[in-house]
């Protein structure tokens, strides 16, 4: 009788977990992206005149001028991006081209990467305790974290960067989100065949940097860690941008980009290929910070003392996103907007969250 009793109640148990779990698997997932360090000035207006011709910064001009130079800016950034401005403006929102009014800014006052990612992912500036880019544990809470300590989406989060501070600015140790950052390998008794063949390429292919690995790696392992688990809510950031930004090669930043906006439009194709995915997903993307313009070199930096390092950009398309296309006319939108929009696409329970910032309102003007 007594063991009736107890296998009765495994049953039931199994069957709310596994009712709880299939309407959270019904609910809409998020994909969260970010290039690093990319101006709004080439997103929306394409290559620079005065950078794309530039021997200083260019190596090959007349090659770089073919693939990107176009006589006007809407032709300039569709080359450029063009998953972006050929499909994406016709089914989503860009936010933070400034020529046409529509503003996106930093609160925090660093400028610079660290800050600039723990206010997309916690919404909140943290001048105080973020003030530089060292490897310490974020003492905030990313919404990474929140939406993760909800039991049914736990296990459901993942994150995935080009940059080897990830770990830490989502606080890895504290959270339990797996994050694969840096040179991180793809781990676990069940790889994939992929996964396998990435995690000893990227050993054998060096990155020129010592902190940041290519983007290829981080962009597969992150999709194939989609195929295999399908998490809720994913954090995809993309480094390429600045680290070529940085090192005064306008070239490889412009094909850096162009690169990465294929690399979301195949993610973006897998989603809707996807049953998981399909017609439920909502795209964000952003950046951390922006760059200089004036004086010319500055281009290649951000920080507090670099006049527009403050100025960033916000793109959305998928679920819940009204067709807006490019913005015009004067709106004013804060990166600490993004965490409590990535809350509210993912319908996830409100009375988890304490953000005071509001989420920017996707399915209307």
């Known amino acids: 009788m007594k ?16 009712k709880t779990m299939a309407q959270t698997d019904n609910k809409p997932n998020v994909v969260l ?13 394409g290559a620079d005149p005065l950078l794309v011709a530039n021997k200083k910064y260019v190596g090959d001009t007349t090659e770089l001028k073919s693939l990107f130079w176009r006589e006007s800016a809407e032709e300039r950034r569709a080359s450029l991006m063009p998953f972006l401005w050929n499909e994406v403006v016709k089914i989503g929102q860009l936010h933070g081209n400034r020529n046409q009014g529509s503003k996106v800014d930093l609160t925090n006052s660093m400028w610079f990467s660290y800050p600039g990612y723990n206010e997309i992912l916690t919404g909140t500036a943290d ?23 909800i039991p049914e989406y736990k296990g459901k989060v993942a994150a995935f960067g080009s940059w080897d501070v990830f770990p830490y600015i989502i606080n890895k140790e504290r959270s339990g989100i797996p994050v694969n ?30 902190s940041v690995r290519l983007d290829a790696f981080t962009h597969h392992f992150a999709l194939e860690h989609m195929k ?13 941008t ?18 990465t906006d294929g ?20 795209f964000i993307i952003t950046t951390d910070h922006g760059r200089g313009t004036e004086p010319l070199d500055t281009w290649k930096g951000h920080g507090s003392s670099i006049k527009g390092a403050g100025e960033v950009w916000m793109v959305a398309f998928g679920k819940g996103v009204k067709a807006l296309g490019e913005l015009t006319g004067n709106e004013q939108m804060f990166t600490t907007q993004i ?17 005071k910032a509001k989420p920017i309102r996707l399915n209307s003007k």
């Open 3 to 18: 063991k009736n009793l107890v296998t009765l109640m495994m049953v039931l148990v199994a069957g709310i977990f596994s």
């Open 33 to 45: 992206i970010t290039l690093d360090g990319l101006r709004w000035q080439e997103l929306f207006s």
């Open 127 to 149: 001048d105080v305790n973020i003030t530089s880019n060292n490897k310490f544990n974020n003492p905030n809470k990313t919404v990474l974290e929140l939406v993760n300590n």
């Open 181 to 210: 950052a840096g040179f991180d390998l793809a781990q676990g008794d069940d790889l994939t065949d992929r996964e396998q063949f990435l995690n000893k390429l990227q050993q054998q292919l060096p990155s020129p940097w010592g």
């Open 228 to 240: 295999k688990k399908h998490p809720k809510l994913m954090f995809i950031s993309y480094g390429e």
């Open 242 to 259: 600045d680290d070529f930004a940085h090192d005064g090669e306008y070239d490889a930043y412009l094909k850096a980009a162009h690169n």
């Open 263 to 282: 690399l979301i439009k195949e993610l973006w194709e897998y989603t809707q290929a996807d049953p998981f995915y399909k017609d439920n997903t909502t």
């Open 339 to 355: 965490a409590p929009t990535v809350i509210k696409a993912l319908e996830a329970p409100k009375k988890a969250f304490d953000l």
